[in-house]
């Protein structure tokens, strides 16, 4: 829900590295921007000595020996050069080659495991009530009793299985979770992109407008805008979906700026590329890194505020089972069945927590920093 | 020895080079071992080093990166950052006390009063929230608890004053943001000796500032070494610098001590073939070569080291020798005896004594004999003149016709400026502008280099981009291969920047990470269109023979080759299109020493093969001397000297040429020792508000009032060769007489 | 300063307009007669024709909105339909409830936060750093409405010590009332909000203890203690404070669900009604008054920058 803006909205990688802080103005210093310094030698320096640890591979080298650096990294920056001088990797740094990532990842248990769960989970919700006698709507008499043998988490006010609603209920929240995410992610990393890429007035108007919609938390947004477009599953997708908009644009705008004033997306240009060419053969694979990070870390927002609507009674229609609706209604019986909320809210963390966990692995793979200031640096 | 009377500077210092019998060390590192990670993974960065520093001299340690030079001391003095699980073994002994084995707060009483340290990046060193005088006065009080807080501040000015802080009161008041580079380092300079420090370690204490500010730092370095009469060490990649500076060497080389001993003995006569090589392989401003002898191979890194020694993949005197690859040699005493030998770890070492297997370089060779017939170690040793001269006559027809009118210009820039606009306030007003470039003109001709240098903001790297219109010109034109640059559609752009092409500095963040390097090179056949698929790739591997990489390298990602490899990279990339004119942002000056070399050699053969012309963007004059034809100094947006290779670096005759010359520090050992005094004062202005008149007016020593009046223009004076844009240039009648030459004595190489 | 402070409210001021257009223009986004939509179904009549005289709804599309703004800056916003009340007393009413619950579960983000995110970047590897770091992942994961249903369950259902449905005490009228009723929303969220918060300490602190000026502190030969208060723990405010001070706006904002939960009677319970009820005045009201709030807090993030980072000055 709402302070779920916490994480997703503000968390990934240099946001605001990019961006001049409040009341400074940014200074226009081309030497110091673009021009090698006899300073800039020293700083490439530690960062070779610091190869092994890095994730960068050296001659084939093979990857265990990686995630291990990594991991430091992601400890805060360990896995930076111990030795002098050494500090981060410029703002700009690039992503480490694609393949490379996936070959991380594969061999990343805490993926495998975060993974296979999820992919339980779904599989569970579509396949597991065609293949077995598993109905969410079939009524019965024993209504409201606590968990039991044949009812693991009991049954509801109508005398309806709670584990099996509550399986079939990861439907919708998935639906909506990825459906919403996806939408952020298209919208907000073309908007990004061009705003980044060719700064100018578009993109101070874009940033202002995407200002205001990052003003509202995001259950307030998604509530106003199903107020005007109505309940649906599809609206439901794009209420949510608009919130995190504003997010991925940033991600994406922040990254590109770094990038570009990098040396080999200046040298696109110098080659005679034009600008789409540049900015999706050149600019946009190097800023995908963070955006798939933050794309995971916003699924795993929006199942929570999708059980929030849910909660608010937004959410599918009555017979077909939501988390959040569940834990609504349990909220009128917690005195006949204080074990009606609990089932729903598991099913909703385990999820959650398992998408949290993928994108910091995901994070950690990929090298991106986790920025501390967040949106701390914008405007 | 008679070296130490040249060295007036350190004459209170004692007599390092007494040999046996002097006082113990004050400092020792025993058998120092760093690894980082745990169990399999762990990585050794120090395997194992030794070397010791006695009271009052500078012990230089020298390596390139990857060497564990860094390390070694973080390791020693228990600074290294705690996230990153390291293990130390070995002994640290201080005054006859092991700081590794201390207790952490017994090991806090000596850090800070006894052994102090200054670091690389002075700016990120210093606390940005703190202000510099509480920053000092904080080091005062913390090992002297009954200072009171306004005396440890009073005492934080006068540090201050003593470093060349200017208006110290006022500075002493400020944030480190308001402090350049420089000033950032003499003020950790002022922290470091605070407290009179029996130990001052510098770890690449100029590696982030430009000549100018390096030669005023090493001063400043050297003055606080002598007034608390601390024992220093300094450690550089920069053999210059060291040169200059120590009074004993310790080289190193992945992780290891490869040889040590007093800085003459080991420059002069390394024994060592790393030693050798990497004295061999650096340009020199005052004895160039046709061509550099490089270290073949790459750096090591860490992981990849075996049982052996780190160098014998790249060692020209293994000749396959197994013992090489097997056998750790370990470091011996080769000559005298404590501080006064010479110590090196090369199985071989007996045969490198003999002489005709020695392949010295005429340079160390001539500095070998310099320095074994010790007397003439002075001011001007006529063997080193000698051979300076002889090698300026070998090299002069090839410079011939240079810097002469004639011949169509390949390009052609006229007038070229770029402001940028500097705004504030809520409407974004146009209150000033950065002129990063100020009306620069400039030709190139088919098949000639020319050279562009200057310090850091003084506007090369813009001018480079300039060029390709990567950055849009304020005014001015530029005119390449009879087409006019600036001022052409976006379609005529893309296809003349397909017959220019450009190298960057850094070859890590020039080439798409994403793509192969083989699809990295491809990239502008791709663009330019009409290459078919087969084509490209036997392009490129055309290419790739070309600038010596492996065909089976195509495949590699741009993070998987080391930095000489990405260079390379990025030269064929750059000459995929064939192009005529090849525009160089200093494309070394990422690289260790060892393989700049390569990359140097390697361009120069291009040149010679495929009739390039470069624009050769440096802030190295050393290289700039080695490749250029023609060279153009650069001083806050504009040419000040511009003339053939030999005439700048011979004749300079622009006082900053001059000074600027004097700033650039020698590895050989008797120029190094003249004692080099900073030529200039200060840092360069601001290019948002440069002086009036002659730009160069506010640092320049001979300035007069009439130079604040007007301009210089960049012309040729009394039919002298090149232009210089000097009001005084002329005034004496021979340019480089007169006035100047009191300057350029001290430069005669 | 005070220039400053004037300057950055003058740069705001474009940024409500847009909001309060975009809210504005809310009301014309939905399908029919602006004014049947503001009435509500049941509307007369006249009261439409009331509500259209007071929009202008028969002027050019920007004077109507102007004479909107002009309503909404002398305080009026119309009348809620569900209530009957108008929406400025409404929001009065409100917004007390919701800064109260705000600040309450703030200094509970606090409490948790700074605590946790310092071990956590100090000792990230020793065991209370692992078991920090797991608590922070779960914590990430639990929504705060559940952890709301979870603290009614035992605090109000099992051991009867606080009401299951919350009233608006005002704190200095009776502040063991105010904590009776407003501590388990405010526990439920700021426990959320401060698992957020705790790791962006850890994450900013942990980089300022592997900077260059940590290591000359300690090169100087200062404790370790004086290393993290003195050099670590200032550097490192900065980018927590701000993702602290945007949390409680998102706290403020965000109370929506948890006010619901606890049946609290602030702006989220407002601003739920009013959507249920297709209260499109009293919406409006309360999302100008979340977008405000949230805007001063930026204010006020980068005045206190400003403050506390000599690097940014106050021009």
Same mark, same amino acid.
């Given at each position: ?379 | ?749 | ?48 024709? =009331?509500?259209? $005289?007071?929009?202008? @709804?028969?002027?050019? !599309?920007?004077?109507?909105? /102007?004479?909107? %703004? &002009?309503? *909404? +800056? ?22 007390? =409830?919701?800064? $109260?619950?705000?600040? @309450?579960?703030?200094? !509970?983000?606090?409490?948790? /936060?700074?605590? %946790? &995110?310092? *071990? +956590? ?29 979870? @603290? ?164």
């Amino acid at each position: 829900m709402s302070a779920a803006a916490g994480d997703a909205r503000q968390s990934v990688s240099g946001s605001g590295a990019a961006e001049p802080r409040p009341g400074e103005k940014p200074q226009p210093r081309p030497e110091e921007r673009s021009g090698p310094r006899p300073g800039e030698k020293s700083q490439a320096r530690p960062g070779e000595k610091s190869e092994p640890r890095s994730g960068e591979r050296y001659e084939g080298k093979v990857s265990v020996g990686m995630a291990v650096g990594q991991e430091a990294r992601a400890e805060g920056a360990a896995g930076r050069e111990v030795s002098s001088g050494a500090s981060a990797a410029p703002p700009g740094a690039v992503e480490p080659p694609v393949r490379g990532v996936l070959a991380t990842l594969a061999h990343d248990r805490w993926v495998h495991v975060m993974l296979g769960l999820l992919v339980l989970l779904a599989a569970g919700s579509y396949v597991l009530p065609l293949v077995a006698d598993l109905d969410y709507a079939r009524q019965s008499s024993a209504v409201l009793q606590g968990p039991s043998a044949s009812h693991w988490f009991g049954t509801d006010e109508f005398g309806r299985d709670n584990a099996v609603r509550v399986l079939v209920g990861a439907r919708s929240s998935l639906q909506v979770a990825f459906g919403a995410a996806l939408f952020a992610m298209v919208a907000g990393v073309v908007i990004g992109l061009v705003a980044g890429y060719f700064r100018g007035p578009a993109d101070a108007v874009a940033m202002r407008v995407l200002d205001v919609l990052l003003a509202l938390p995001e259950v307030v947004l998604a509530l106003v805008i199903i107020a005007v477009l109505g309940n649906s599953g599809l609206n439901l997708v794009i209420a949510i979906g608009v919130a995190f908009v504003p997010v991925f644009a940033r991600v994406t705008r922040a990254g590109v700026l770094a990038l570009r004033e990098q040396d080999f997306v200046v040298a696109s240009r110098a080659m005679g590329a034009r600008s789409p060419d540049t900015m999706a053969r050149t600019v946009l694979p190097n800023v995908l890194g963070p955006i798939v990070v933050q794309f995971v870390i916003t699924a795993a927002v929006a199942v929570v505020v999708s059980a929030a609507l849910g909660f608010l009674g937004l959410g599918p229609e009555p017979p077909t089972p939501s988390w959040g609706a569940m834990m609504q209604t349990a909220k009128s019986y917690l005195y006949q069945n204080p074990w009606y909320g609990v089932a729903p809210g598991i099913a909703l963390i385990v999820t959650v927590l398992c998408l949290d966990r993928l994108g910091a692995r995901v994070r950690i793979a990929l090298g991106v920093e986790h920025s501390g200031a967040g949106r701390g640096g914008r405007r | 020895m008679s070296l130490r009377s040249a060295v007036p500077v350190l004459g209170g210092a004692p007599d390092p080079c007494d040999g046996p019998g002097s006082p113990a060390p004050l400092l020792s590192i025993e058998d120092l071992r760093v690894a980082f990670g745990g169990g399999d993974q762990a990585v050794a960065a120090v395997r194992g080093v030794s070397y010791e520093v006695y009271p009052g001299e500078t012990l230089g340690v020298v390596g390139e990166s990857g060497s564990g030079k860094s390390v070694t001391v973080m390791a020693a003095l228990g600074l290294l950052t705690t996230a990153t699980a390291a293990t130390v073994t070995g002994r640290v002994l201080f005054e006859g006390q092991d700081l590794l084995a201390m207790s952490a707060p017994q090991r806090r009483r000596v850090l800070g009063r006894d052994i102090a340290m200054v670091f690389q990046d002075p700016v990120s060193a210093l606390n940005p929230v703190q202000r510099i005088g509480d920053q000092i006065a904080e080091m005062i009080r913390l090992h002297e608890p009954g200072v009171s807080r306004g005396d440890a501040r009073r005492r934080a000015v006068a540090l201050l004053e003593m470093v060349g802080v200017p208006h110290p009161g006022v500075r002493a008041r400020q944030y480190p943001h308001e402090f350049s580079g420089g000033m950032c380092q003499r003020a950790v300079i002022a922290l470091a000796i605070a407290n009179r420090p029996k130990v001052l370690i510098a770890d690449e204490p100029t590696t982030a500032v430009d000549v100018s500010v390096q030669a005023q730092l090493l001063e400043v370095l050297r003055t606080a070494a002598r007034e608390t009469g601390a024992a220093t060490v300094l450690i550089s990649h920069d053999m210059g610098v060291v040169a200059e500076m120590a009074d004993r060497v310790c080289v190193m080389y992945g992780g290891r001590v490869v040889e040590t001993g007093p800085l003459a003995r080991v420059f002069g006569h390394p024994r060592h073939p790393y030693t050798e090589g990497l004295l061999a392989c650096i340009p020199r401003l005052g004895d160039p070569v046709a061509r550099l002898t490089p270290i073949p191979g790459q750096p090591p890194t860490p992981y990849l080291l075996g049982k052996g020694c780190a160098f014998a993949p790249r060692c020209a005197h293994r000749s396959g020798r197994e013992v090489c690859l097997g056998e750790r040699p370990e470091l011996v005493v080769v000559d005298g005896e404590g501080r006064g030998g010479v110590a090196a770890a090369c199985h071989f070492l007996a045969e490198r004594e003999v002489p005709g297997l020695r392949q010295a370089p005429p340079a160390a060779a001539a500095s070998a004999s310099a320095s074994a017939s010790a007397a003439s170690a002075v001011v001007s040793s006529p063997a080193a003149s000698a051979v300076s001269s002889s090698d300026s006559a070998v090299s002069s027809p090839a410079a011939g016709g240079e810097g002469r009118e004639g011949g169509g210009a390949l390009l052609e820039v006229r007038e070229l400026s770029k402001e940028y606009p500097m705004r504030s306030g809520l409407l974004g007003r146009r209150t000033g502008a950065v002129r990063a470039v100020r009306g620069l003109s400039l030709v190139v001709r088919p098949g000639e280099t020319v050279g562009l240098v200057g310090e850091s903001g003084c506007g090369k790297s813009t001018t480079a981009r300039l060029l390709m219109r990567l950055e849009e010109p304020t005014s001015g034109s530029v005119v390449f291969d009879g087409e006019e640059v600036t001022g052409a559609s976006a379609g005529r752009l893309r296809e003349l920047r397909r017959r220019m092409a450009m190298v960057f500095q850094d070859p890590k963040a020039s080439l798409n990470p994403q793509l192969s390097v083989g699809a990295n090179v491809a990239e502008p056949l791709r663009l330019a269109g009409g290459w078919s698929r087969p084509a490209r790739r036997e392009r490129v591997a055309e290419l790739f023979d070309q600038v010596g990489l492996a065909r089976h390298h195509l495949e590699r990602r741009p993070s998987e080759l080391s930095g000489g490899q990405r260079q390379r990279v990025a030269i064929a990339r750059a000459l995929a299109l064939r192009p005529k004119l090849v525009i160089m942002d200093e494309p070394v000056s990422a690289l260790d020493v060892s393989v700049q070399a390569q990359v140097l050699n390697l361009l120069a053969d291009l040149k010679a093969e495929l009739g390039l012309a470069y624009l050769f963007v440096s802030h190295d004059l050393s290289v700039v001397r080695h490749v250029s034809d023609r060279v153009a100094v650069m001083y806050l947006g504009r040419i000040v000297e511009l003339a053939g290779r030999d005439d700048i670096f011979e004749r300079p005759r622009h006082p900053y040429t001059q000074a600027l010359l004097r700033s650039v520090p020698s590895a050989e050992v008797e120029v190094a020792r003249r004692g080099r005094r900073a030529p200039l004062q200060g840092d360069p202005p601001s290019p948002l508000n440069p002086p009036e008149g002659c730009s160069f007016r506010s640092r320049c020593p001979l300035a007069e009032e009439a130079c604040g009046r007007e301009v210089p223009l960049l012309r040729v004076h009394d039919g002298l060769p090149g232009e210089v844009a000097c009001h005084l240039a002329g005034a004496g009648g021979t340019g480089a007489a007169g006035g100047p030459a009191a300057l350029s004595a001290g430069a005669g190489w | 300063m005070i220039g400053f402070v004037l300057r950055r409210l003058a740069q705001l001021v474009p940024v409500v307009v847009m909001a309060a257009l975009a809210v504005w223009a809310l009301v014309y986004a939905l399908p029919g007669d602006p004014a049947a939509v503001l009435g509500g179904v049941n509307a007369s009549d006249q009261e439409i024709e =009331a509500i259209r $005289q007071r929009l202008g @709804l028969d002027r050019p !599309v920007w004077e109507q909105f /102007a004479t909107w %703004l &002009g309503h *909404v +800056v002398r305080g009026d916003m119309g009348t809620s339909i569900t209530s009957g009340h108008s929406v400025t007393s409404l929001l009065a009413t409100a917004i007390p =409830a919701t800064v $109260q619950l705000a600040v @309450l579960a703030m200094i !509970v983000v606090v409490l948790v /936060a700074v605590p %946790l &995110g310092t *071990v +956590v970047a100090l000792a990230p590897r020793s065991w209370p750093g692992r078991l920090v770091k797991g608590y922070l992942s779960l914590s990430l994961a639990t929504p705060p409405f559940w952890l709301g249903l979870l @603290l009614i369950l035992l605090f109000s259902v099992r051991w009867k010590l606080m009401p299951a449905s919350s009233r608006y005490v005002a704190f200095f009228d009776d502040p063991a009332g105010a904590l009776q009723n407003s501590l388990l929303p405010a526990l439920a969220l700021g426990v959320y909000s401060g698992g957020v918060l705790a790791r962006f300490v850890a994450s900013s602190l942990a980089e300022a203890m592997q900077s260059d000026y940590v290591r000359t502190a300690r090169s100087k030969g200062a404790s370790e203690v004086r290393v993290v208060v003195r050099h670590a723990a200032r550097n490192s405010m900065l980018p927590s404070l701000t993702v602290g001070a945007l949390q409680l706006g998102s706290l403020i904002g965000g109370a929506v669900v948890m006010e619901v939960l606890f049946n609290y009677p602030g702006v989220g319970k407002l601003m739920f009604t009013s959507v249920n009820g297709r209260d499109y005045a009293s919406l409006q009201g309360s999302i100008m008054f979340i977008t405000v709030v949230f805007l001063l807090l930026s204010l006020v993030v980068d005045l206190l920058y400003a403050v506390l980072d000599p690097r940014i000055r106050l021009r």
